[in-house]
């Protein structure tokens, strides 16, 4: 009997070691066949930021549309736009996508290599997306009013002075009739504008109308209005660019999503913005990556060209005005930093 119950304890315990053992090797084939799902793909990083005007790009992540072209992509978050640029350009990212600054055509000036292949977000007339404004019970009306005055803006050759140089250029005056005054951040430049530290501030939304409907400012000039801008772009960096088969297929992806944003949140009909039937599903998707409200982000929803295809003209214009006002060292040829053959074929493969 002893020995019977002993035969039958071994046994057991035998049976319990051997369910482990293919627990293990259960275990070990879902890790391999997870590993395998990203065989074969080529790994491609994105610096971005966590705005708005990457919806595109969250969209691409969170629908497959870059999986689907055979690219394993993932996003790499920064806190400035230069870093973003400084990390394309020497290939520690393949791709880079943020706002197009003084500093990127200085990189460029000075031998470094990226290429500028598609829109992520321009001023466009019939879009709220930058504005000029003052305090609400400013005497200031018009943009001529504003000579003599200080207007905040971020950084010394950012998209910012850009935007504040033109509109005063289109208006008679230069950045000499004003006094500009960086402060650093979103948040500083609505600070000062409630407190009245400074007359005027150039602001993008949705940061336009939260402090519309806060009332304490009003807008002079939505920037669209009066100017078309190329106000940020996606970056390739050289390697990335010249394999252009994966450049292609990234930019596929890309294009599908750009559409997908498009169709959802910027088409028109009789001139009104009217929102499609993806609306509410694109606006969660910037929520989950921004960590924005909701309701916040429905107020701001960046213009961009529906096939991503990039203002190439207005490149030049900026490398003209930022050399014009020694923000970059020497002007460069936009043909050295622009690449829209890419998109084209991008855009000619998905047969749209």
């Excluded at 992509?73 to 520690?92: H, L, M, Y």
């Amino acid at each position: 009997m002893k020995k019977r119950m002993v035969i039958t304890l071994i046994s057991v315990l035998l049976l319990a070691f051997g369910l482990a053992g293919c627990g293990n090797d259960a275990a070990e084939e879902n890790e391999k066949s997870e590993d395998n799902q990203s065989v074969g793909k080529t790994k491609v990083e994105i610096g971005m930021l966590k705005l708005t005007s990457s919806a595109p790009l969250f969209i691409a992540l969170e629908k497959g549309y870059f999986e689907e072209e055979g690219l394993d992509a993932s996003a790499k978050w920064f806190e400035a736009a230069q870093p973003i640029a400084v990390a394309t350009a020497g290939g520690d990212i393949q791709v880079g996508a943020t706002g197009i600054t003084a500093s990127l055509y200085n990189m460029v000036a000075g031998g470094e290599k990226l290429v500028i292949v598609a829109d992520k977000g321009r001023e466009e007339e019939g879009y709220s997306s930058s504005a000029l404004l003052v305090p609400e019970d400013s005497s200031v009306e018009t943009i001529e009013d504003l000579k003599g005055k200080k207007i905040g803006i971020t950084q010394t050759g950012s998209t910012y002075h850009y935007m504040v140089g033109r509109l005063l250029e289109v208006h008679g005056l230069t950045t000499d009739d004003v006094e500009l005054v960086p402060l650093n951040s979103i948040p500083g430049l609505m600070e000062t504008l409630e407190s009245k530290q400074v007359d005027a501030i150039l602001l993008n939304e949705p940061n336009v109308s939260r402090v519309v409907d806060e009332g304490y400012g009003k807008v002079i000039s939505q920037v669209g209005e009066e100017i078309e801008y190329q106000t940020s772009g996606i970056f390739f960096s050289k390697g990335f660019a010249e394999n252009t088969d994966v450049a292609t297929k990234f930019l596929k992806a890309y294009v599908k999503a750009t559409q997908y944003y498009y169709d959802a949140v910027l088409n028109k009909v009789d001139g009104e913005i009217v929102p499609g039937e993806n609306y509410d599903e694109v606006v969660k998707i910037i929520a989950e990556y921004t960590g924005q409200e909701e309701e916040l982000i429905k107020k701001g929803l960046p213009y961009m060209d529906r096939d991503g295809k990039l203002l190439a003209s207005d490149i030049q214009t900026q490398i003209d005005w930022y050399a014009k006002e020694n923000l970059i060292d020497e002007a460069i040829d936009a043909a050295d930093i622009v690449n829209i053959e890419l998109l084209e074929e991008a855009i000619k493969q998905l047969g749209k």
